[in-house]
T-cell receptor, first 109, second 113 residues
Framework: GENVEQHPSTLSVQEGDSAVIKCTYS??????FPWYKQELGKRPQLIID?????GEKKDQRIAVTLNKTAKHFSLHITETQPEDSAVYFCAASQDDMRFGAGTRLTVKP | NAGVTQTPKFQVLKTGQSMTLQCAQDMNHEYMSWYRQDPGMGLRLIHYSVGAGITDQGEVPNGYNVSRSTTEDFPLRLLSAAPSQTSVYFC???WGQGRAPQHFGDGTRLSIL
């Protein structure tokens, strides 16, 4: 089955800096790659996604890139704000969904 | 439009007891799924359903049963609770998108003693 690895496990940045979280997947048949944000004690929320026929997608300060050949995809957050502090999960899907272990992002004011 | 509703929010069980976690959605989503979340392990798929009357196993199905008699409801049953099933459980739904969950419930925090 699919295996998703996520790095780093923790990330601390200064407010205004950029943050990058990287994920790799094992199943070349995976064709959909969502990202989720989970604040402490809350439910996960879908924040952005990308399909395998697209190399990059952007939504305001958030962007995701996909390299199908290398089987990795990344989340980029620019101009970080304290409210971006949360745990971020990547996932990969073809028939079922496999999640990475998560990255705890802390944005220091 | 309540989204995805899970009950109960908290539950403590003794080893060997059985219980059902309830999940309902009012968005007419075909795809529903159950995940468990353990520290440092992300979310793991237990069971999922692509529509009423259809269910399938995910990554960690042992010890759990599901049914999907209606589009709205997708209960998760613990057959004989074990301490290893102590976790936070999330129900989710989506209308498609490669079966990726789009809407999660608030979660059920379950402790097995």
């Amino acid at each position: 089955g699919e295996n998703v690895e996520q790095h780093p496990s923790t990330l601390s940045v200064q407010e205004g800096d950029s943050a990058v979280i990287k994920c790799t997947y094992s199943d070349s048949a995976s064709n959909y790659f969502p990202w989720y944000k989970q604040e402490l004690g809350k439910r996960p929320q879908l924040i952005i996604d990308i399909r395998s026929n697209v190399g990059e997608k952007k939504d305001q300060r958030i962007a995701v890139t996909l390299n199908k050949t290398a089987k990795h995809f990344s989340l980029h957050i620019t101009e970080t704000q304290p409210e971006d502090s949360a745990v971020y999960f990547c996932a990969a899907s073809q028939d079922d969904m496999r999640f990475g272990a998560g990255t705890r992002l802390t944005v220091k004011p | 439009n309540a989204g995805v509703t899970q009950t109960p929010k908290f539950q403590v069980l003794k080893t060997g007891q059985s219980m059902t976690l309830q999940c309902a959605q009012d968005m007419n989503h075909e795809y529903m799924s159950w995940y468990r979340q353990d520290p440092g392990m992300g979310l793991r798929l237990i069971h999922y359903s692509v529509g009423a009357g259809i269910t399938d196993q995910g990554e960690v199905p042992n010890g759990y049963n599901v049914s999907r008699s209606t589009t709205e409801d997708f209960p998760l049953r613990l057959l004989s609770a074990a301490p290893s099933q102590t976790s936070v459980y999330f129900c989710a739904s989506s209308w498609g998108q490669g079966r990726a969950p789009q809407h999660f419930g608030d979660g059920t925090r379950l402790s097995i003693l």
